[in-house]
């Protein structure tokens, strides 16, 4: 087998990982207009559908921004915005609410023509409650509204029938009348009610170099002056969905072909990801964590797990160990020691053992992972004599022990017969 054919199986093999690991599982694609207007919508719309038809709950928020703008330029009609918070909004007047539905249910009709082109039922419906903003520094926003509601219960059995709701920006209040209400809002409050665990922003404009950031570099971005305000929308609705519990946030090209499903299905991406920091309760080793760190080593050094260290050894490199903390009290440890080469070991991984089944280890070792991405190493390596299967079930690989660094290899325990495990980074 070639390494073509090698590279297509671990290409299959992660598709299937992330298949198996977000089937069923709810996600809303908030849609720009402009790609609508793109060649290659009918392709990002099957790509969708697939996504239905394979289990997955999709719930689609189109946006209709400049479509508004060009039915109202069609009509002569001029547009008005009021300050709400710091994103401005559009006063829509008695007069102008037919036109801004118009534009809604265009669009919306787009997409239902497309899904029923792949054969996957879809339905608009009114699945938003609204009220009005109200009087704004003097000016009456009329039929401009926020989101009083979404029924959250109605959605949920569109989606287990296998059907994709579609939501356009308008809601209704309990008596009937309608309110233009931002797709922005729409998306982040029906993301929250149904527990999405993913967001797409999906845009029409060139993506950034960065691939991650936490909602703590997304804010950074945010206060930054030269920031772009299409950019700072959408990384200013991504961070409100962060803090609303929504786990991964995803800014893509729309215009790339297959960008959902590149986006979805592998560890790389195509776009920007905006993900709740799950590393905030570790931190760095302090000298007065050491009687706990010796306390969780200790069941695996005895068993032959670990090697067995010290206080000296451990106080010595220092530097290179993490700890986990739940309510003040640290529940797991582990290290990575900088061996040359752009190679690191992670090494000293222990958990409490009453905490073993909520997944520490595997929290500790995210977290050495991207603190070697942070170093600029290109791979980090295991030795192990009994927990090859854990370390594989994150993705390591046997490798040979005359791929260790050199500085590594002069230490190696001859004896003790460790296998090596390796992630390229």
């Not at 009509?75 to 036109?99: C, E, G, L």
């Not at 297959?258 to 799950?278: C, F, P, Q, R």
């Not at 206080?311 to 010595?316: F, H, S």
Request: proline share 4%; aromatic share 8%.
């Amino acid at each position: 087998m070639n390494d073509s054919q090698f590279s297509q199986v671990d290409l299959i093999r992660e598709v299937f990982h992330y298949q198996n690991r977000f089937k069923g599982s709810t996600m809303v694609f908030k849609i720009d207009y402009p790609v609508t207007e793109d060649p290659g919508f009918p392709g990002l719309v099957k790509d969708l559908a697939l996504l239905a038809k394979t289990g997955y709950k999709v719930i689609i928020v189109p946006g209709v921004k400049e479509n508004i703008d060009a039915v109202f330029r069609q009509h002569d009609i001029d547009s008005s915005f009021a300050p709400a918070n710091d994103i401005p909004v559009r006063v829509t007047t008695s007069q102008t609410i037919s036109y801004v539905e118009m534009a809604a249910f265009n669009v919306a009709s787009r997409f239902m023509t497309f899904l029923s082109g792949s054969r996957v039922d879809a339905l608009i419906g009114n699945f938003v409650r609204a009220r009005g903003l109200g009087v704004i520094n003097g000016i009456d926003t009329e039929h401009t509204g926020t989101v009083d509601k979404i029924y959250a219960d109605s959605l949920s059995r569109v989606l287990n029938l296998g059907m994709v709701p579609i939501l356009p920006c308008i809601g209704w209040s309990p008596s009937g009348k309608p309110y233009n209400v931002p797709s922005d809002e729409i998306a982040l409050t029906v993301s929250k009610a149904l527990g999405a665990i993913k967001l797409f922003i999906i845009t029409a404009r060139d993506m950034l170099d960065i691939t991650r950031l936490t909602p703590k570099e997304t804010q950074m971005l945010i206060s930054d002056s030269n920031t772009n305000q299409q950019l700072l929308r959408e990384l200013k609705l991504a961070l409100k969905a962060s803090q609303a519990g929504i786990h991964r946030v995803h800014i893509i090209d729309g215009r790339e072909d297959g960008s959902v499903l590149k986006e979805l299905y592998s560890n790389l991406g195509v776009g920007t990801m905006i993900y709740a920091d799950e590393y905030d309760s570790i931190r760095s080793f302090h000298s007065r964590d050491l009687p706990d760190i010796l306390r969780l080593m200790e069941p695996l050094m005895q068993k032959g797990l670990l090697i067995r260290r010290n206080p000296e050894q451990i106080q010595e490199r220092k530097n290179d160990y993490s700890v986990l903390e739940i309510d003040g009290s640290i529940r797991a440890c582990g290290a990575l020691h900088d061996w040359g080469e752009s190679q690191g070991e992670i090494a000293a991984v222990a958990t409490e053992l009453n905490y073993t089944d909520l997944g520490l280890g595997r929290k500790i070792v995210g977290y050495l992972i991207e603190k070697a991405k942070k170093c600029k190493m290109r791979r980090v390596f295991v030795l192990t004599t009994q927990s090859q299967d854990w370390f594989e079930s994150l993705g390591f690989k046997e490798a040979p022990i005359d791929s260790l660094p050199e500085q590594k290899r002069k230490v190696y325990d001859q004896a003790r017969k460790s296998k090596v495990y390796a992630l390229d980074l």
